[in-house]
């Protein structure tokens, strides 16, 4: 039986795989473990189809390293403590390398799996490659995300998606065999979405669909009469979700209830994993409406608590009753904004020094080279505030932080302008 297109075209070292030039390229930090030999336990984080199975079996390819894999869907605490033993017994007859073990979707292991693997990580009994969709952060228990590096996987660029497509017209033996002219690649990298399986899948499938021994011409209106004609094939796996979840965070940043819990709908319809849709309010909740509204940011973290709990169908309830509230609260970015400026002034000016008056003076030395000298405490001060500068020299005056105008944020912004005029005083 034929493979489909993205297994027959699955790159098989360095040198074909396309992408993630941050981590493989030259010089960078993958790239150097690889050649160095000195592998660590990783987790690959990133979207579908970027190359996280690629790149594990390739790094095991070029280090010859024996290499064990399970997917977290359908293996049990049982299945990873004999993968465990089995490395155990043969490091104890070979002084060969310790071998990976590849967790695919290793988000999906609960608390008891991933705990048995941490004394064979810590030991260095195996290398652990794990590979998630999902915010290692999130779903990995803290002891096994302490013992391993997170590289984070982007999703391919149109240059990628181009190199991949002329790959495969040149060198897949089968579409070789037919005449295939491609006219336009709009439609082909846009419901690509970024992911390398999805883009020779939706080529895959209008090849296919062309009977004829006639040219295949592939342009923006095949490819889209192809993909409404093949849509279970398609989405069978959720695969177009970022369409969906970007019209559902604008729908609730626009204020508007009802499209935003119709396309969560869509969504849980969709098969789609009700955690994802969770975090999103969490971070929504806290980018868009902010300070304006200070507990939604608590509400969409109790619903995550909630629907990690309960899970679905019931989870759809906590989740339509936050997305309504969050649709329905004022709208502020500030913090947001405060937080992206903050950063980048801190690129900027990296290496400023603390005043003395605000640095601690834990030791004698300290305290006669003028450390914390100047300091003082708010608490002594009427209104529990005393006029002292706290950002580094050359930045008086400087502010982050552009109250907007709402309820909750025109109160705090007078507050402010008694304490800091000379920051809020406009």
């Known amino acids: 039986m034929l493979a489909p297109l993205p297994e027959r075209m699955r790159p098989k070292n360095l040198q074909e795989y396309v992408g993630q030039r941050h981590l493989v390229g030259d010089g960078c930090i993958m790239r150097n473990m690889i050649d160095s030999g000195n592998l660590s336990s990783f987790i690959l984080w990133g979207p579908p189809g970027v190359g996280k199975t690629t790149l594990a079996r390739i790094i095991s390819e070029t280090l010859d390293r024996e290499f064990y894999t399970l997917s977290a869907v359908s293996s049990g605490v049982k299945d990873v403590r004999e993968v465990i033993d089995a490395a155990k017994a043969k490091s104890l007859f070979s002084n060969a390398a310790?071998?990976?073990?590849?967790?695919?979707?290793?988000?999906?292991?609960?608390?008891?799996?991933?705990?048995?693997?941490?004394?064979?990580?810590?030991?260095?009994?195996?290398?652990?490659?794990?590979?998630?969709?999902?915010?290692?952060?999130?779903?990995?228990?803290?002891?096994?995300?302490?013992?391993?590096?997170?590289?984070?996987?982007?999703?391919?660029?149109?240059?990628?998606?181009?190199?991949?497509?002329?790959?495969?017209?040149?060198?897949?033996?089968?579409?070789?065999?037919?005449?295939?002219?491609?006219?336009?690649?709009?439609?082909?990298?846009?419901?690509?979405?970024?992911?390398?399986?999805?883009?020779?899948?939706?080529?895959?499938?209008?090849?296919?669909?062309?009977?004829?021994?006639?040219?295949?011409?592939?342009?923006?209106?095949?490819?889209?009469?192809?993909?409404?004609?093949?849509?279970?094939?398609?989405?069978?796996?959720?695969?177009?979700?970022?369409?969906?979840?970007?019209?559902?965070?604008?729908?609730?940043?626009?204020s508007d209830p009802n499209a935003a819990v119709y396309w969560m709908a869509r969504m849980l319809e969709g098969g789609e994993d009700p955690l994802f849709i969770a975090r999103r309010l969490c971070i929504l909740a806290a980018e868009d409406i902010g300070l304006a509204n200070p507990n939604a940011l608590l509400l969409a973290n109790s619903t995550f608590q909630i629907v990690h709990s309960i899970g679905m169908p019931e989870a759809r309830i906590p989740l339509s009753e936050c997305a309504i509230y969050l649709a329905s609260s004022p709208k502020s970015n500030s913090a947001y904004l405060a937080i992206n400026e903050a950063i980048e002034c801190a690129k900027k000016d990296s290496v400023a020094p603390v005043p003395l008056y605000l640095r601690n003076a834990p030791t004698k030395l300290m305290e006669e080279l003028g450390y914390s000298d100047g300091y003082r405490y708010a608490h002594d001060f009427p209104g529990h505030f005393a006029d002292l500068e706290f950002m580094p020299s050359g930045m008086e005056g400087k502010a982050f932080y552009e109250p907007q105008p709402n309820r909750h944020e025109d109160g705090l912004k007078t507050y402010l302008m008694s304490c800091w005029p000379k920051y809020y005083s406009k």
């Open 98 to 254: 310790a071998p990976i073990l590849f967790i695919d979707e290793i988000h999906r292991f609960n608390k008891a799996q991933q705990d048995a693997l941490l004394g064979a990580v810590e030991s260095g009994t195996v290398v652990l490659i794990g590979a998630t969709t999902e915010n290692p952060s999130f779903e990995v228990i803290t002891p096994l995300l302490s013992r391993c590096q997170v590289f984070v996987l982007k999703s391919l660029e149109q240059a990628d998606l181009k190199i991949l497509l002329d790959r495969a017209l040149s060198c897949d033996e089968v579409l070789k065999e037919r005449n295939i002219r491609i006219s336009e690649t709009d439609a082909l990298f846009r419901q690509s979405g970024g992911d390398a399986r999805k883009l020779l899948n939706i080529l895959e499938i209008v090849v296919d669909s062309n009977l004829s021994g006639d040219t295949i011409v592939i342009d923006n209106r095949s490819v889209t009469e192809c993909l409404q004609e093949n849509v279970a094939i398609y989405d069978k796996d959720g695969e177009m979700h970022y369409d969906i979840i970007s019209a559902f965070i604008k729908s609730v940043r626009g």
